[in-house]
């Protein structure tokens, strides 16, 4: 089975701080997605990979960077987090053409 | 743009009552359809999908058929459980893009 897994289910950062959020996954898929999830709104794409080193903004990527520097892994990163940002995040990667497979999630609070 | 259609919920219902949850998209091709289900506390697992007209999805006693001429993909189960108690998303892809997701359908099933 495929596993995306997440480095945290639950975070609470602060105003202003920098905060990363890691995703992994182990069947070698060449894309990986970042969502953000919020009620009434259901997913939306904030940046997406295709290949190492290479990456495509979403609809919402206004705040946000991502690096992929090794293909099973890929991180999002909130450059000055706002309350605005608080918000589930979900990980997903595919093979070209499939359907994606995602992680658990990590709901983020920014106080 | 393409873009997903899935009826409002919350969704509430009696088990073994008959579910339907109505999909409908917009694209200027024709994608791939799927349905994602999201139990409380997880990410999103691929519930059922098609890839053509005509064709049925199906899994764990859930249906959906790509409608061309209606441009759906209605969610249906005859004999909802108490264990379906979950978030319905509806998803279009086409090969080399991004998925599209609706906003989410809550369904409660109770005792």
């Known amino acids: 089975d495929v596993k995306v897994t997440q480095s945290s289910r639950y975070l609470v950062k602060r105003t202003g701080e920098k905060v990363f959020l890691e995703c992994v996954q182990d069947?070698?898929?060449?894309?990986m997605f970042w969502y953000r999830q919020d009620p009434g709104l259901g997913l939306r794409l904030i940046y997406f990979?295709?290949?190492?080193?290479?990456?495509e903004k979403g609809d919402i990527p206004e705040g946000y960077s991502v690096s992929r520097e090794k293909k099973e892994r890929f991180s999002l990163i909130l450059e000055s987090a706002s309350t605005n940002q608080t918000s589930m995040y979900l990980c997903?990667?595919?093979?070209?053409?499939?359907?994606?497979?995602f992680g658990p999630g990590t709901r983020l609070t920014v106080l | 743009g393409d873009s997903v259609t899935q009826m409002e919920g919350p969704v509430t219902l009696s088990e073994e009552a008959f579910l339907t949850i109505n999909c409908t998209y917009t694209?200027?091709?024709?994608?791939?359809l799927f349905w994602y289900v999201q139990y409380p506390g997880e990410g999103l697992q691929l519930l059922l999908k098609?890839?053509?007209?005509?064709d049925k999805g199906s899994n764990k006693g859930f249906e959906a058929t790509y409608r061309k001429e209606t441009t759906s993909f209605h969610l249906e189960k005859g004999s909802v459980q108490v264990s379906d108690s979950a978030v319905y998303f509806c998803?279009?892809?086409?090969?080399?893009?991004?998925?599209?997701f609706g906003a989410g359908t809550r369904l409660t099933v109770k005792p």
């Open positions: 997903a990667s595919s093979l070209v053409g499939n359907e994606q497979f």
């Open positions: 069947m070698d898929h060449e894309n």
């Open positions: 990979s295709y290949d190492v080193k290479m990456k």
């Open positions: 694209a200027t091709g024709y994608p791939s």
């Open positions: 098609a890839t053509k007209a005509d």
């Open positions: 998803a279009l892809k086409f090969t080399y893009h991004d998925m599209r």
